[in-house]
């Protein structure tokens, strides 16, 4: 029996939503809408039981400095601490990774044509821990081991939607080739629409976010070849995040998913909140 | 043959590519030094002692100084890097944002629980409302 990747997961990971845990104050009147959306979502992954998630992020200069800034890193550690990003690190469990199918993970990616660079030390921000409490609530430990893929979308060029496509469809090979019988989730994280920086910042594109959704469902070959400069003029600077979405569509089965949980809410802070659970059929 | 860059017309937008980086290089990894609880204490001790023992241009400093968030964009610092001032200085990043927007804190928060700043108008250099 090999591994197989059972589901996706897809979601936003601004930060405040983070602090909002951590603080206790999901139940104020701002955040109450925002957690409603994932509490499905939270019965729905307790009963999934997953071994592993490979979790598609992006680190936001907390792991890399412009001194290093690489496409595609994948965590090879045995752990991975959270981080501090300027507010002191979240008061989170660490991140159990699993080095051994990374490794496997890795070469396999890597001889498929997928240059990654490959992190035995990182500390993992934001983008990785606000997902696992959207989804896990708040555990003395993570209930599942967890890769972190951490794709640069800070410095532009990020990687295209349609190269983040492949590269999902190279991890579905990649997980099928390991032998052991893991149930394996691939989260793709980030976006969706929202602009942090200049006077534009705030903007929100509903009708975007929206048909981005449909077309991640129906039409990810068709959504993959989306230009960069669509999501930046539509979806807002930091919007491109969302070409990570891609990596976990691809690396579900060519047979159309079933749509387990579908969100939407705006605002959490800056930013428009979405969020999608397909399973393979 | 130039480099296609084909985001320049989007309004009040900076994108971050190579070029903004090369300008920015030492202000931001002067920002990634905030990650460290030691160093957001002495910055805050003397912040322009701190900002000198950077290679960093004196407009660039300057910027920092007076919290200039969209002047220092325009000097190549990348906003996940800036907010680490805005946390040293106890800023949540809708405040930062906010601070770019020309908006009080209150009209900008108010706008987002609004829905946001439509797109509409904000596409292209020239229909910005």
């Known amino acids: 029996m090999s591994a197989r990747i059972t589901a996706s997961v897809y979601t936003s990971h601004v930060p405040a939503i983070g602090a909002a845990i ?35 992020y992006n680190d936001h200069a907390s792991a890399f400095s ?18 501090d990003e300027g507010w002191g690190a979240r008061p989170v469990p660490a991140v159990e990774g699993h080095p051994e199918f990374a490794a496997h993970l890795a070469q396999s990616l890597i001889q498929d044509d997928f240059d990654l660079t490959i992190v035995n030390r ?40 349609r190269r983040c496509l492949q590269l999902g469809r190279a991890l579905r090979r990649a997980v099928a080739s390991y032998d052991e019988p893991l149930d394996v989730q691939v ?27 449909d077309r991640l469902i129906a039409d990810p070959d068709g959504l993959a070849q989306m230009p960069h400069v669509d999501y930046l003029r ?4 930091e919007g491109i995040e969302l070409v ?3 990596i976990a569509r691809g690396a579900m089965a060519d047979a159309p998913p079933r749509v387990v949980h579908r969100f939407y809410h705006v605002p959490a802070s800056n930013t428009a909140v979405g969020h999608l659970i397909l399973e393979n059929t | 043959m130039a480099l296609d860059k084909p985001y320049k017309d ?30 957001r204490a002495r910055f805050k001790a003397d912040e322009r002692a701190y900002l000198d023992a950077w290679p960093m241009t004196e407009e660039q400093k300057q910027a920092v100084l007076a919290r200039d968030l969209n002047r220092c964009i325009a000097l190549g610092g990348n906003i996940y890097f800036l907010a ?27 706008m987002m629980l609004a829905g946001g700043r439509p797109i509409e108008g904000n596409r292209r250099v020239g229909e910005m409302k």
């Open chain 1, 66 to 83: 412009l001194e290093l800034i690489p496409t595609f890193a994948i965590g090879c550690a045995a752990g991975f601490a959270p981080a």
């Open chain 1, 234 to 237: 539509e979806a807002g600077s």
């Open chain 1, 122 to 161: 990182m500390d993992v921000d934001h983008g990785l821990t606000v997902p696992l409490s959207l989804l896990c609530g708040q555990p003395a430990a993570w209930p599942f081991r967890v890769i972190p893929f951490a794709v640069n979308v800070v410095q532009y060029p990020p990687p295209s939607g």
């Open chain 2, 84 to 110: 680490k001032i805005g946390a040293t200085d106890g800023k949540s990043f809708l405040q930062m944002a906010g601070s770019m927007t020309g908006m009080t804190e209150d009209e900008y928060r108010a």
């Open chain 1, 244 to 246: 990570m979405w891609l």
């Open chain 1, 187 to 213: 989260w793709g994280t980030g976006g969706m629409s929202h602009q942090l920086q200049g006077p534009r910042a705030g903007l929100i594109n509903r009708e975007f976010d929206n048909a981005f959704l």
């Open chain 2, 10 to 39: 989007i309004p009040g937008t900076t994108v971050f590519d190579a070029e903004q980086s090369r300008k920015g290089y030492h202000l931001n990894q002067f920002c990634m030094s905030l990650m460290k609880a030691e160093n």
């Open chain 1, 22 to 56: 951590d603080h206790g104050r999901t139940a104020e009147a701002y955040w109450r809408p925002l957690f409603a959306g994932y509490e499905a979502s939270k019965a729905w992954l307790a009963a999934q039981r997953p071994d592993v998630v490979f979790l598609v």
